[in-house]
């Protein structure tokens, strides 16, 4: 997955007098086939952009990395460029050759009124490749509303991707803490993460108390260990106040609930056969069974 390329190969185009014109965040080293069209959408300068539309520019003209000016306009979140691009025909599922689509540079920038335009025009919820999805961006950057509505849509909010995981995982990882509530308020799963590692993991590992709390609020398991065989709590780094929030969910769950029911049961054993325990190990009249009954085990005990 990658961020928007601002600043990243600072190529600027020349104008007739040696001076140098602004760039797009999405340029390489490839000007010669950038517009006038797309720098106007590029900054919301909805008049020119009219005006180049009306003088016959075509809305559709790709840059060298088969950038539109639809994805410029959504990146720079200006809606207003961005309908009059599609009222005129603009591709609303055009590919970068980095997968980018106008539907991910809005959830770069954030613009809920980009986003809600695009899905009206048809825009896919689904990346057409796994190194630019929309709603792992938007849980990325700290966008709510776009993920919101992105869930709200229909967009698979559990979607694994390998080398990222699950929404809610770039969300902890990232500290999005609102992003994590809204995934799983919206039904995401607390547990799935990235390969073995859940959120909590990652959650706990950037000591992020919000986050651990929500995640276990939420039912995340405390004791899922990773690829490396490693709890969420043996990730907590030294000093962190973390730490105390496993030992208290560690004393009062399923497992600290099993060690009593354990400790319960055999009390009512020894109770139930004290009278009848033989005097040494080596009476041979004793009817006590030699061994505890299996089932008065709990598992993991």
């Known amino acids: ?105 809005t959830c770069v920038s954030g613009s809920v009124a980009c986003l809600n335009l695009l899905l009206e025009h048809g825009a896919s919820l689904h990346p057409a490749c796994d190194l630019a999805s929309p709603i792992h961006e938007a849980a990325k950057r700290g966008h709510v509303q776009c993920v919101e509505l992105l869930a709200s849509r229909g967009a698979n909010i559990d979607h694994n991707i390998k080398h990222l995981g699950t929404p809610l995982y770039v969300a902890c990882e990232n500290q999005q803490l609102n992003c994590a509530k809204k995934l799983l308020e919206s039904g995401a799963n607390v547990n799935s993460g990235k390969g073995l590692d859940s959120p909590l993991h990652t959650a706990a590992r950037n000591c ?38 496993f030992l208290q969910r560690e004393e009062t769950g399923p497992a600290a609930t099993n060690q009593s029911a354990f400790v319960t049961t055999l009390l009512s054993w020894v109770l139930h056969w004290g009278d009848q325990l ?24």
Do not use: Y
Request: aromatic share 4%; proline share 8%; charged share 15%.
């Open 1 to 105: 997955m990658g961020d928007e390329r601002t600043g990243q190969n600072a190529s600027k185009l020349q104008g007739a007098g040696g001076q140098a014109a602004p760039s797009s965040p999405l340029m390489r080293d490839f000007v010669s086939d950038w517009s006038p069209l797309h720098e106007a959408s590029i900054h919301g300068r909805l008049l020119s952009l009219k005006k180049l539309i009306e003088q016959g520019n075509a809305v559709n003209l790709v840059t060298a990395d088969q950038v539109s000016p639809l994805h410029e306009a959504c990146l720079g979140g200006h809606a207003a460029c961005a309908s009059v691009l599609l009222k005129h025909g603009a591709q609303v599922n055009g590919v970068t050759v980095e997968w980018h689509t106008p539907l991910f540079n």
């Open 208 to 245: 992020s108390v919000e986050l651990v709390k929500l995640l276990m609020d939420f039912g995340a398991d405390v004791w899922v260990k990773n690829a490396e065989n490693k709890r969420p709590v043996e990730l907590v780094p030294p000093g962190c106040p973390v730490g105390q929030l």
């Open 278 to 301: 033989p005097d040494s190990c080596g009476s041979k009249d004793a009817e006590t069974p030699a061994l505890l009954p299996l089932a008065l085990f709990p598992s993991g005990l």
